[in-house]
């Protein structure tokens, strides 16, 4: 059951077709005292006493168009749209090359300047976000595996770095100022559960990191190693004094925003300023989790999944101390990336609005997750995309996906 929420106070020509849609299938169901009790709804009905059932709450459908083909793409992201012209993305590939590419015609055009990604496994060049004042600073920030050197030789560890994105509508962008902002310590052996994700906040005072366990479990749970962790930091990749941990005399647990978690690819804020995180379990046991300050998410010590051996792990709700998943999915979807759908200039699923689409590797689907004001969250609509899926994107109201493998299509979804 959809419960509607103060997000949608900003997205006044949504209500219609949202209202609507639940006063149809509120009809239908004994929830009636959620709607009444709903001070925003109750106000919007007043003004709209037109608003009846134009829209039904069927699952909306799509074709797909595919843009551009990647060879092992890993993640996206919107430049600016400038005027109401497609927007360009900046697209990864786990091999180490970042494009510029042009929507609208699939056009790629290579940004020189990478640093030099440790390639294997899970790892490479991972994720790309444009500053939150990249319209006057053309920054940029990427994470990517670094091999280790001397005694860390044959270790890797996942490094975030910041780089001025020059030359943006030429035919030669290249990355300058390179500016280290962040890396796991210490660098481990294997390249698997880099997690690597970024994300900053809405008023964009911080940039959050996803800081994977690297495939070794008990470091997720250690106040000394920042593996297993949600990261958050100032811009600079200095500590915000502000964190959980910051007053520990641990530099290291100072960074932690977060405990416990296993190996995160998706990370949203929801139009509350809310932060939701899926998580990859181990054999079953997937995660949808609201992120929140200083909470533990109990990797490895408790999961609703169990080890590749068949091992059993204590589920959640065997200690109170860890906070347990809104959702929990067993058999996995293999959760990659997460992006908040918002209708904009373009209003291609308000069926969507406010839910959070999650790409699936294992799964091979498009998942859209619904969350409710009093922070429970359900699978709203599940799509089969035939292919892994390593990265979503709602850009304004569309949306595109990328296909993971080494003929990874860029696709637009398009509305049936
Ligand atoms: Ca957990």
């Not at 497609?86 to 590939?93: D, E, G, M, R, S």
């Not at 056009?107 to 440790?118: H, I, N, R, S, Y």
């Not at 770095?161 to 294997?190: C, D, F, Y």
């Not at 069926?351 to 998942?367: H, P, R, T």
Request: a negative charge.
């Amino acid at each position: 059951m959809t419960i509607i929420n103060a997000r949608y106070k900003n997205a006044p020509l949504t209500l219609p077709i949202i209202i609507s849609a639940l006063l149809f299938s509120t009809a239908a169901c004994s929830n009636q005292a959620v709607v009444n009790t709903n001070a925003d709804l109750a106000e919007y009905k007043e003004k709209s006493p037109t608003a009846a059932a134009s829209t039904s709450a069927e699952k909306p459908e799509f074709t797909t168009k595919a843009v551009a083909t990647f060879s092992e793409p890993w993640a996206m992201t919107a430049l600016p749209k400038i005027n109401d012209e497609p927007p360009k993305f900046l697209v990864t590939q786990k091999t180490g090359e970042l494009f510029i590419v042009d929507t609208a015609t699939g056009a790629k055009t290579a940004v020189t300047g990478v640093p030099k990604v440790a390639y294997g496994g899970q790892g490479g060049l991972g994720d790309v976000v444009i500053a939150p004042d990249f319209a006057t600073s053309n920054a940029i920030y990427i994470s990517y595996a670094e091999a280790g050197t001397g005694s860390e030789s044959n270790a890797f560890g996942a490094k975030v770095v910041k780089a001025k994105l020059s030359g943006l509508n030429t035919n030669a962008p290249r990355l300058q100022e390179i500016v280290p902002i962040w890396q796991q310590t210490p660098k481990v052996k294997g390249q698997g559960h880099y997690s690597h994700r970024l994300l900053f906040s809405p008023d964009g005072q911080y940039l959050y990191i996803s800081s994977g366990d690297r495939q070794q479990k008990e470091p997720a749970q250690d106040m000394t190693v920042n593996l297993g962790k949600i990261i958050r930091l100032n811009l600079d990749g200095s500590v915000p004094a502000d964190n959980p941990f910051a007053d520990n005399g641990n530099d290291i647990a100072a960074q932690f925003w977060t405990t416990g978690n296993r190996n995160v690819l998706g990370m949203v804020f929801d139009g509350d300023g809310k932060l939701w995180a899926n998580e990859m379990g181990p054999r079953g046991g997937d995660e949808f989790n609201l992120i929140e300050k200083g909470s533990n998410y109990g990797w490895p010590l408790v999961s609703n999944g169990r080890n590749y051996s068949g091992l059993d792990i204590p589920d959640h709700d065997t200690g109170p101390e860890f906070v347990a998943p809104k959702i929990t999915w067993t058999p996995v979807i293999s959760p990659s990336s997460m992006s908040l759908y918002t209708v904009g200039a373009q209003r291609n699923f308000p069926a969507w609005q406010g839910n959070m689409l999650i790409g699936g590797l294992s799964s091979k689907a498009l998942i859209v997750v619904d969350t409710a004001a009093d922070n429970t969250a359900d699978e709203r609509y599940r799509y089969d995309m035939g292919e892994r899926i390593r990265s979503v994107l709602a850009v304004d109201g569309e949306v595109w996906v990328l296909e993971d493998g080494d003929s990874g299509r860029l696709l637009k979804l398009l509305p049936k």
